[in-house]
């Protein structure tokens, strides 16, 4: 997204003047691909604070046996768990909406998915080649604990919540502050306040059912049954998960602060020489980026991260309510007011994570 305006600065000369607010940011590029994310919270040392569930890295030439051994990794349970019925979530490196998702007992099972993904990526000719390119590696899929007991509704069935961050940087590398003013801080970091869910098409069987069969996809992929929003749903209204999941979001982003502020100021840095190599003469852009994030829910309101999507497109207009639509387009509307601003919105639906982290 890119948002330019032109203002008359004098109605007599008809100059004009240039700001550029581009959503070019590249403040989340180190959590936008799924083993990114595992590795930047390993970088930040952030494993004691259980972000997300346990994950672990498989590259896909690798032998998954001498890896993850004979048992799948899962999430710290309140109870001791059987073995036999432990079950994790292999994820796919470039799988999206859903896809890509695959519900996994023992090291054979992912061995057997991951090879049939090697055999099929090695015979499409210039595929490795193009996917070095753009990611500059070939990305590693991700084993990750599955979330139990997670939160259900509507009669046993899952759902994963969408919160948008908002990072803005403020130029401070790139202009001198005037006498008197104080130096800004390198970004601000902005939660959007109306969180929305996205729920599973059907009810989650029995355990004792479930766990003898093949897991049935569409009581676990919780993506294209309903989207709504977090404060319209019956069952969730009195839990406080707006609290407790802006709280979660800002003390996360907190930890990931420093790796954050990194990419932005070499970026910055790249800016400034291409702009002096210039003569000065580049509008130099507000640079911000949007992030959704995919967040599970325990039984006891226990939040984890499941995935970062750095630009994040809105669904097909026909897959969704009015009032969903309508939610986009408001999601929207504040996201200019902010950028253009670099201040909370007049609507009040974004709140700064240090005033979450403060109350």
Same mark, same amino acid.
């Given at each position: 997204?890119?948002?330019?305006?032109?203002?008359?600065?004098?109605?007599?000369?008809?100059?004009?003047?240039?700001?550029?607010?581009?959503?070019?940011?590249?403040?989340?590029?180190?959590?936008?691909?799924?083993?990114?994310?595992?590795?930047?919270?390993?970088?930040?040392?952030?494993?004691?604070?259980?972000?997300?569930?346990?994950?672990?890295?498989?590259?896909?030439?690798?032998?998954?046996?001498?890896?993850?051994?004979?048992?799948?990794?899962?999430?710290?349970?309140?109870?001791?768990?059987?073995?036999?019925?432990?079950?994790?979530?292999?994820?796919?490196?470039?799988?999206?909406?859903?896809?890509?998702?695959?519900?996994?007992?023992?090291?054979?099972?992912?061995?057997?998915?991951? @090879?049939?993904? =090697?055999?099929?990526?090695?015979? &499409?000719?210039?595929?490795?080649?193009? #996917?070095?390119? %753009?990611?500059?590696? +070939?990305?590693?899929?991700?084993?990750?604990?599955?979330?139990?007991?997670?939160?259900?509704?509507?009669?046993?069935?899952?759902?994963?919540?969408?919160?948008?961050?908002?990072?803005?940087?403020?130029?401070?590398?790139?202009?001198?502050?005037?006498?008197?003013?104080?130096?800004?801080?390198?970004?601000?970091?902005?939660?959007?306040?109306?969180?929305?869910?996205?729920?599973?098409?059907?009810?989650?069987?029995?355990?004792?059912?479930?766990?003898?069969? @093949?897991?049935? =996809?569409?009581?676990?992929?919780? &993506?294209?049954?309903?989207?709504?929003? #977090?404060?319209? %749903?019956?069952?969730? +209204?009195?839990?406080?998960?707006?609290?407790?999941?802006?709280?979660?979001?800002?003390?996360?982003?907190?930890?990931?602060?420093?790796?954050?502020?990194?990419?932005?100021?070499?970026?910055?840095?790249?800016?400034?020489?291409?702009?002096?190599?210039?003569?000065?003469?580049?509008?130099?852009?507000?640079?911000?980026?949007?992030?959704?994030?995919?967040?599970?829910?325990?039984?006891?309101?226990?939040?984890?991260?499941?995935?970062?999507?750095?630009?994040?497109?809105?669904?097909?207009?026909?897959?969704?309510?009015?009032?969903?639509?309508?939610?986009?387009?408001?999601?929207?509307?504040?996201?200019?007011?902010?950028?253009?601003?670099?201040?909370?919105?007049?609507?009040?639906?974004?709140?700064?994570?240090?005033?979450?982290?403060?109350?």
């Amino acid at each position: 997204m890119k948002i330019e305006v032109v203002s008359n600065n004098n109605n007599n000369t008809g100059q004009m003047t240039l700001k550029a607010f581009h959503g070019t940011s590249q403040a989340f590029d180190g959590l936008d691909d799924k083993d990114e994310l595992a590795r930047t919270l390993r970088r930040c040392r952030c494993e004691h604070m259980d972000i997300s569930p346990p994950s672990q890295l498989i590259n896909w030439y690798e032998e998954c046996k001498n890896l993850v051994g004979d048992s799948p990794t899962r999430a710290p349970a309140p109870a001791p768990v059987d073995p036999s019925t432990c079950i994790a979530v292999l994820k796919e490196p470039m799988g999206s909406r859903g896809t890509g998702v695959y519900f996994v007992r023992d090291s054979d099972e992912i061995h057997a998915i991951i @090879e049939k993904n =090697r055999k099929e990526a090695t015979s &499409e000719e210039g595929f490795l080649d193009k #996917l070095i390119a %753009e990611k500059g590696r +070939i990305p590693s899929w991700v084993l990750q604990a599955e979330v139990k007991p997670c939160l259900l509704i509507r009669d046993r069935r899952k759902f994963h919540i969408r919160t948008y961050v908002v990072c803005v940087e403020t130029n401070v590398l790139l202009t001198e502050p005037l006498d008197g003013e104080e130096e800004e801080d390198l970004i601000k970091m902005f939660i959007y306040n109306r969180h929305e869910i996205r729920i599973a098409s059907k009810p989650v069987p029995a355990s004792e059912e479930e766990e003898s069969g @093949e897991r049935d =996809r569409d009581a676990h992929i919780t &993506e294209t049954y309903d989207r709504k929003l #977090l404060q319209d %749903e019956p069952e969730l +209204i009195n839990r406080n998960l707006n609290t407790k999941v802006e709280s979660f979001v800002a003390k996360a982003f907190d930890a990931l602060l420093p790796d954050i502020e990194r990419r932005v100021a070499m970026s910055a840095s790249v800016l400034d020489e291409e702009n002096d190599n210039s003569g000065g003469c580049m509008v130099l852009p507000h640079k911000f980026a949007i992030a959704g994030l995919d967040l599970m829910v325990t039984e006891d309101d226990r939040v984890y991260l499941l995935e970062v999507n750095v630009n994040p497109s809105a669904p097909p207009p026909e897959t969704v309510q009015p009032g969903y639509q309508s939610h986009v387009t408001g999601f929207l509307h504040d996201l200019m007011e902010l950028v253009t601003t670099k201040t909370v919105s007049t609507s009040d639906n974004f709140y700064s994570t240090q005033a979450v982290l403060q109350r």
